[in-house]
């Protein structure tokens, strides 16, 4: 399996333009988190999906920053319009419910965002 | 809410040397706790993971042990060797089965 994948690696963009981050999770996973990471905050949820709907979207700062999962194989983190602040890398995970918390997490290679 | 923390935030250790890295936890209703690991520029590779019925895992040379009263676990890295070196996070799984992650413990190993 090719892991999780998620596009694209680096994004540089400027304040108030829209940004798109794409997400493949692993064939067979039904829960599909996103997760934002800066050094100040460190690893944060952002939203997570369970069979392509959205369980939990407590996490999402704000009202521009908004997710979707149109079928299991694909996810979108949409920032509209983008801030300096937003700066930091997202993070896809995906995993398989096996119940008893066997569950393991795992992440794509995150795609570093920055706002200029 | 759970919260997770870890301490150091920092480590350095000469090659060879058996190290243990901390993590505690708020939550003692844990469904999970993994540990990861994060290398400069990359995602988390999962370690570990250990059910909340268990006391510990084992993977090669390293060891993660849960103690589920006292809110703790720690991650043992046998005979240590420069390839170890990385940021390791821990990971726990409250009611609500969302992961809460530390904000990791650096560890150089030095040759």
Same mark, same amino acid.
């Given at each position: 399996?090719?892991?999780?994948?998620?596009?694209?690696?680096?994004?540089?963009t400027?304040?108030?333009?829209?940004?798109?981050?794409?997400?493949?999770?692993?064939?067979?996973h039904?829960y599909?988190?996103w997760?934002?990471?800066?050094?100040?905050?460190?690893?944060?949820l952002l939203?997570?999906?369970?069979?392509?709907?959205?369980?939990?979207?407590?996490?999402?700062?704000?009202?521009?920053?908004?997710?979707?999962?149109?079928?299991?194989?694909?996810?979108?983190?949409k920032?509209?319009?983008s801030?300096?602040?937003?700066?930091?890398?997202?993070?896809?995970?995906?995993?398989?419910?096996?119940?008893?918390?066997?569950?393991k997490?795992?992440?794509?290679?995150?795609?570093?965002?920055?706002?200029? | 809410?759970?919260?997770?923390?870890?301490?150091?935030?920092?480590?350095?250790?000469?090659?060879?040397?058996?190290?243990?890295l901390n993590?505690?936890?708020?939550?003692?209703?844990?469904?999970? *706790?993994?540990?990861?690991?994060?290398? !400069? &520029?990359?995602?988390? +590779?999962s370690l570990l993971?250990?059910?909340? #019925?268990? =006391?510990?895992?084992?993977?090669?040379?390293?060891?993660?042990?849960l103690?589920?009263?006292?809110?703790?676990s720690t *991650?043992?890295?046998?005979?240590?060797? !420069? &390839?170890?070196?990385? +940021?390791?996070?821990?990971?726990?799984?409250? #009611?609500? =089965?969302?992961?809460?992650?530390g904000?990791?413990?650096?560890?150089?190993?030095?040759?």
């Open positions: 399996d090719a892991g999780v994948i998620q596009s694209p690696r680096h994004e540089v400027e304040m108030g333009q829209e940004v798109t981050l794409r997400c493949k999770p692993i064939s067979g039904d599909l988190f997760y934002r990471q800066t050094m100040m905050r460190g690893l944060e939203i997570y999906f369970n069979n392509n709907v959205p369980i939990d979207d407590s996490g999402m700062p704000e009202d521009r920053f908004s997710a979707k999962m149109p079928n299991a194989s694909f996810s979108t983190l920032i509209q319009p801030e300096p602040r937003d700066s930091a890398v997202y993070f896809c995970a995906s995993s398989r419910r096996k119940g008893q918390g066997r569950e997490l795992f992440f794509g290679s995150g795609t570093q965002l920055s706002v200029l | 809410k759970q919260e997770v923390t870890q301490i150091p935030a920092a480590l350095s250790v000469p090659e060879g040397e058996n190290l243990v993590c505690s936890f708020t939550d003692s209703a844990i469904y999970n *706790l993994q540990w990861f690991r994060q290398d !400069p &520029g990359k995602g988390l +590779t993971l250990i059910q909340s #019925s268990q =006391r510990e895992q084992t993977s090669g040379r390293l060891n993660a042990s103690d589920k009263s006292s809110g703790r *991650l043992y890295i046998a005979a240590s060797q !420069p &390839g170890d070196s990385a +940021t390791y996070l821990c990971a726990g799984s409250g #009611s609500a =089965r969302q992961l809460t992650f904000s990791g413990t650096q560890l150089t190993v030095l040759p």
